[in-house]
């Protein structure tokens, strides 16, 4: 069972040494150790001020070790990202733990937190196909640290859970937020098979190594309603506006009597900790942002693949939304209800329901013309454009003071004007979407990757965004090699930071 809550973490280890006292970074810039809303998310690796791009690509190859995998960084300025001001890291990068081995899977989750309260973020990167020992698929965690020179694998830092256990993945999902006052920084959450771990770090210099405690850990198989949930995914916000971070734990149901639908576990930040609240219908994917602009984050589900009551899979997918309130997260009739739900079929939205779309693949929550309402983007990875199976497609559905409209809502496929490349067989556009603000002109723009483009390369699209929100104008596209990273087989765009 989960239990009511999560007590807040303890004393913390310390940190690595990592060459003596850290640079500040410009006080103008300082990133906001300690993030809440989902709007708090910097992935500002080099404190200037800019929002940087983290991407996984799990199935790269290093050194000849087949789905090893790797992450990129590409840093913002003023004009954007673009491939020249980046960097890629493996297992393989001097100064990071372990080596590459075939299928590590190094990056297959990825995020973004200020761990040591140093005024720089940190990557957290998943790998979750890490063998312990002899201990097969236990996974693990390695952390990048934030730095006036941006990302690099000097002194980074190691995580595995205590008891490795074979296919346990842990590390499969990550996320870092300000859920409990008591530590200077942000608190890491790492998934594994069935279990939640919470983590701190002190503030930096620290004297001396040590390896870095678990602060907290709950089992997450079964909520209060003893509801079996295989967890998959982690978002966070300030769902009550109470200026600690919430939790979402996002998967699908187990069991003979309601397998395969999506739910999630709603903890709310308190001063004692996380403590459980309720469950959710919808999931396994989730993302967070102030879609009213009331001053709560709202959550946004994505459920691609669910059954009806009937047990027959859903045709095409759906999108939940839950408003924020003094309670959290609300839907339609109050704490209990289901959300609002959207489909392909909703009035307004572009485009039809149609059997496996997988609408709702992956989404992100962001302003995306200025206009202060958080727009969401969602990622079809099976749609089918005309007869090609599986392309995909992307959406952007524009948030309001009425809360999320179909009004001014646009798609894109591979074979849009404007859109490079054309659709293909198993692309899977839209695996992954992301909004982000690299130039920092307060309008976020759309990423949005192929896994599957070129064979399982990877690809991923860049798509700006102006006065009216997203344009596919000037549009363009890079993969790991554009970054000097191996491109083959690599699903470059697998999980990109949100």
Do not use: C
């Not at 957290?124 to 730095?147: H, Q």
């Not at 099976?382 to 524009?398: F, K, P």
């Not at 896994?451 to 104008?473: F, I, K, M, R, Y």
């Amino acid at each position: 069972m989960v239990p009511n809550t999560l007590p807040p973490p303890g004393p913390a280890a310390h940190l690595p040494p990592r060459g003596g006292a850290p640079h500040p970074p410009p006080a103008a810039y300082a990133g906001t150790p300690g993030g809440t809303h989902a709007s708090d998310r910097n992935s500002d690796f080099n404190g200037d001020g800019y929002e940087d791009v983290l991407i996984g690509a799990p199935g790269g190859t290093v050194s000849g070790k087949k789905g090893a995998g790797y992450v990129t960084v590409q840093y913002g300025a003023s004009t954007g990202i673009g491939t020249r001001r980046a960097a890629f890291v493996s297992q393989n990068t001097a100064g990071v733990p372990g080596a590459a081995e075939t299928g590590d899977g190094f990056g297959k989750a990825v995020a973004t937190g200020d761990l040591d309260a140093d005024g720089y973020d940190d990557a957290i990167v998943g790998i979750p196909g890490e063998d312990i020992g002899t201990v097969k698929d236990a996974g693990g965690i390695t952390i990048l640290w934030g730095s006036s020179r941006g990302l690099s694998g000097a002194n980074s830092d190691w995580l595995e859970t205590a008891d490795p256990a074979a296919g346990q993945k842990f590390g499969s999902a990550v996320a870092a937020a300000r859920f409990s006052p008591d530590t200077p920084g942000d608190q890491l959450a790492v998934l594994q098979r069935d279990n939640l771990e919470l983590y701190a770090y002190d503030s930096v210099p620290q004297p001396q190594s040590a390896p870095l405690e678990r602060t907290a850990r709950t089992r997450l198989s079964a909520g209060a309603q003893a509801r079996d949930i295989l967890p998959r995914s982690l978002t966070t916000g300030d769902y009550d506006d109470n200026g600690l971070a919430d939790l979402v734990v996002s998967g699908v149901t187990a069991g003979p009597e309601e397998p395969g639908h999506g739910w999630s576990s709603f903890f709310s930040g308190q001063v004692q900790g996380l403590v459980y609240e309720r469950d959710l219908r919808g999931g396994p994917v989730a993302a967070s942002g102030d879609i009213n602009n009331d001053g709560y984050d709202d959550l946004v589900t994505g459920e691609p693949h669910s059954p009806d009551d009937g047990g027959d899979w859903m045709t095409g997918g759906q999108v939940g939304v839950y408003y924020g309130s003094p309670d959290g997260p609300l839907g339609t009739d109050g704490a209990d209800s289901p959300p609002q739900w959207w489909t392909q079929n909703s009035p307004g939205v572009p485009g039809t329901a149609e059997r496996a779309d997988g609408w709702g693949t992956d989404l992100s929550v962001a302003d995306t013309n200025g206009d202060g309402y958080a727009d969401v983007a969602i990622g079809a990875a099976g749609e089918d454009i005309g007869t090609v199976a599986d392309a995909g497609a992307v959406w952007v559905l524009r948030g309001a003071a009425g809360g999320l409209t179909a009004t001014g809502a646009k798609s894109w496929d591979q074979n849009s004007a404007q859109v490079p490349g054309a659709a293909e067989k198993g692309d899977r556009w839209g695996g992954q979407v992301r909004l982000t603000d690299p130039n920092r002109d307060g309008r976020f723009g759309l990423l949005a990757s192929a896994p599957g483009e070129n064979t399982s390369d990877g690809v991923v699209w860049v798509l700006s965004a102006g006065s009216g929100g997203v344009t596919a104008s000037g549009s363009w596209t890079y993969g790991g090699g554009s970054l000097g990273a191996p491109s083959l087989d690599a699903a470059y765009g697998a999980s990109i930071d949100e």
